[in-house]
Antibody
């Protein structure tokens, strides 16, 4: 059974940093692209970025809205996906999801973790 | 960026009736490989989004055949035949043709 479990959320002050983790299980982690997606309360999801699989060199793509502030990485020995978020702003407040990519769709999502940016 | 625009539903929809949700993209989502990279997700209250339809018309594993997807390169429809209580939530369309990947603003379904 595919499972994705995010952690690391919480309250952070504006300008601060936070690293989210997503523990993956139930599939061969290195075979799949993985993404981070966020959803502000009451709004639509926003794709943040993707990290490709082993066959594609684990390269990354980002949404321009977060490029330069957010970094996606993966630990393929422990099957963990990361999202490093720097210089956080109030508008980064959202539920953050990790998701597995199928062949052109998000086929599995985690339960999400809340990040609140406030003083 | 590709903009995804969703239509609204005349809520609430009577149980057992059909409902159609529309989605329009600002650019054709038809790839040269013949696939149309338009997906539909349902987010039930308090839950994560779940995949319903991918490649415009292919049902995801375990999804009821009451859900069907159709469309052209830029205009898409998700049809739910005989809506049930478990169909309540927000439906999102999403394009997977190019980065940045983008979602529609969502369409809420309420059942009467």
């Amino acid at each position: 059974e595919v499972k994705l479990l995010e952690s690391g959320g919480g309250l952070v002050q504006p300008g601060g940093s936070l690293r989210l983790s997503c523990a993956a299980s139930g599939f061969t982690f290195t075979d799949f692209y993985m993404s981070w997606i966020r959803q502000p309360p009451g709004k639509a999801p926003e794709w943040l970025g993707v990290i490709r699989n082993k066959a594609n060199g684990y390269t990354t793509e980002y949404n321009p809205s977060v490029k330069g502030r957010f970094t996606i990485s993966r630990d393929n020995t422990q099957n963990i996906l990361y999202l490093q978020m720097n210089t956080l702003r109030a508008e980064d407040t959202a539920i953050y999801y990790c998701a597995r990519l199928g062949k052109g769709f998000f086929d599995y999502w985690g339960q999400g973790v809340m990040v609140t940016v406030s003083s | 960026d590709i903009v995804m625009t969703q239509g609204a539903l005349p809520n609430p929809v009577p149980s057992g009736e059909s409902a159609s949700i529309t989605c329009q993209s600002s650019k054709s989502l038809l790839h040269s490989n013949g696939k149309t990279y338009l997906n539909w997700y349902l987010q039930r209250p308090g839950q994560s989004p779940q995949l319903l339809i991918y490649w415009m018309s292919t049902r995801a594993s375990g999804v009821s055949d009451r859900f069907s997807g159709s469309g052209s390169g830029t205009d898409f429809t998700l049809k739910i035949s005989s809506v049930e209580a478990e169909d309540v939530g927000v439906y999102y369309c999403q394009q997977f043709l190019e980065y940045p990947l983008t979602f529609g603003s969502g369409t809420k379904l309420e059942i009467k």
